[in-house]
């Protein structure tokens, strides 16, 4: 612990604002602001934890005057990172932030790396690994679903609920290791049954929770929503219509739309990322290849997707081949062009009643249906919610992956209960289990695997 540095960051955003943050965290923190604080009625010496005071702040050489500034010092253990933290805040010129960065440098800190000052957090046992990721998700979130959701990952709930499967199988554990310990007791044999009868609850609730990482992505990342459709059909205009500007070009001549074109808008407290993508047509332009190309490989994995169809005119062969490889499980079929009049009939193509509820009369021109297909998005994305794992939600590809291999060995040793393998062999895949679990909340993980999640962090936080 003694060799621990004291580190710096601006902690506020880029750009101009009206306060702007230095933080500074570790042992050395009050002798860094010692060199930089200027108040002959307080020195650094008499302040007081958590009370803010109000001072000069100079480059430590010079003497330059910075900028009259307030500044708190957070005794450790009672501060964010768990060592001594100090917070300086001035005015919010970017200029002006570097500057008192610089002073705190010469004044001996160091700077810190991206997400350091959450590690340190981590690492000091005031957050585990799930709510750190957490506040990165709180920082970044572009949605009230996606604020939500990471607001309860903060709280530690999430964090809470896998402790309590650790805490079960930590007990299973003990159990069943005694028995590769103390064989001529026979607890093997006697409580095998039992064993399997508590395995069983951990297995489902698992289950249930690893369901709930495709509705918790949809918050976290926005939901990828691709606009498809033969050229001309009016998908560059429902892409305008949706954002309310025009981002996109629109002409009379079909495939206008060569490259994706990405942009995001919020729509019922969800965002939604919209691809507008080129008119899928067989074509000789090679270009135009490419492009289509690309349409139908966001198709796989696409989220959402608005087919648009030319109401006003009839269906093409080429639309009947599309539609007929459609999953409408997640495709909204757009009926554009209805100012022109509706030549296209539902009834011409075979489809389903639930299918036949997911069509949407628009006229992207006119505005006409646009708030009626923003409301069937919002729907669609509310009818993935899951009622399962008590509400909670897991957002993570890493939380995703470690629910899984826990599954697995949980699977493996329910296997072999049930098949009377040695002992030994359960034992083993209840740890496996285990530490899979305390993956996700940083029991278990190694430093490599720590390094990559922090770096994710922007700096300062």
């Not at 003497?63 to 300086?88: K, Q």
């Not at 903060?154 to 309590?164: A, P, V």
């Not at 074109?261 to 919209?274: A, K, M, P, T, W």
Request: proline share 3%; charged share 25%; aromatic share 6%.
């Amino acid at each position: 612990m003694t060799q621990i540095k004291t580190i710096v960051a601006i902690s506020t955003s880029p750009g101009v604002g009206g306060i702007g943050v230095i933080r500074i965290s570790g042992p050395q923190s009050r002798k860094v602001l010692k060199r930089l604080w200027r108040n002959r009625r307080v020195p650094v010496d008499n302040f007081a934890t958590h009370r803010i005071y109000l001072g000069k702040i100079v480059n430590p050489s010079t003497e330059e005057f910075l900028d009259n500034c307030l500044c708190v010092w957070m005794r450790a253990p009672h501060s964010y990172t768990g060592e001594d933290v100090i917070e300086i805040q001035g005015h919010g010129s970017p200029l002006l932030m570097e500057k008192i960065l610089s002073a705190a440098l010469e004044a001996g800190a160091i700077l810190a790396l991206p997400g350091e000052f959450t590690k340190r957090a981590y690492l000091n046992g005031k957050i585990d690994l799930a709510q750190a990721e957490a506040v990165a998700d709180v920082i970044s979130a572009s949605s009230e679903a996606g604020l939500a959701q990471a607001k309860e990952h903060l709280t530690g709930r999430f964090s809470k609920r896998i402790s309590e499967f650790r805490s079960e199988l930590v007990r299973l554990r003990a159990f069943v290791e005694a028995s590769v310990d103390f064989p001529e007791e026979d607890i093997e044999m006697i409580q095998k049954e039992g064993i399997l009868n508590r395995l069983s609850p951990i297995q489902v609730a698992l289950t249930e929770l690893l369901s709930t990482y495709h509705e918790g992505r949809l918050h976290r990342e926005g939901v990828r929503t691709i606009l498809v459709g033969r050229p001309n059909a009016g998908k560059s205009s429902l892409l305008n219509a949706l954002l309310g500007s025009n981002r996109a070009i629109v002409h009379h001549v079909p495939g206008t739309t060569r490259d994706v074109i990405e942009e995001g808008c919020l729509l019922g407290g969800y965002v939604f990322r919209l691809f507008d993508t080129a008119g899928l047509r067989k074509t000789t332009d090679e270009v135009e290849s490419i492009g289509v190309a690309r349409s139908e490989e966001l198709i796989e994995n696409a989220d959402l997707i608005l087919w648009v169809i030319d109401a006003s005119s009839p269906l093409s062969k080429e639309d009947v081949d599309y539609l007929s490889k459609l999953d409408f499980s997640k495709t909204l079929l757009c009926l554009n062009k209805i100012d022109l009049g509706i030549v296209w009939n539902p009834e011409s193509f075979l489809l389903n009643k639930k299918e036949k509820e997911m069509l949407s009369p628009i006229s992207a021109l006119r505005g006409d249906g646009l708030k009626e297909l923003q409301n069937s998005m919002v729907n669609w994305v509310k009818r993935q919610s899951s009622r399962e794992a008590g509400g909670m939600r897991i957002t993570k590809l890493r939380h995703k992956e470690a629910l899984g291999k826990s599954l697995q060995a949980l699977g493996a040793a329910t296997n072999a209960l049930q098949q009377r393998i040695p002992v030994e062999l359960v034992a083993l895949h209840l740890r496996k289990a285990h530490e899979a679990l305390g993956e996700i909340t940083g029991s278990d993980i190694d430093e490599e695997l720590l390094d990559t999640i922090f770096s994710e962090f922007c700096i300062g936080k």
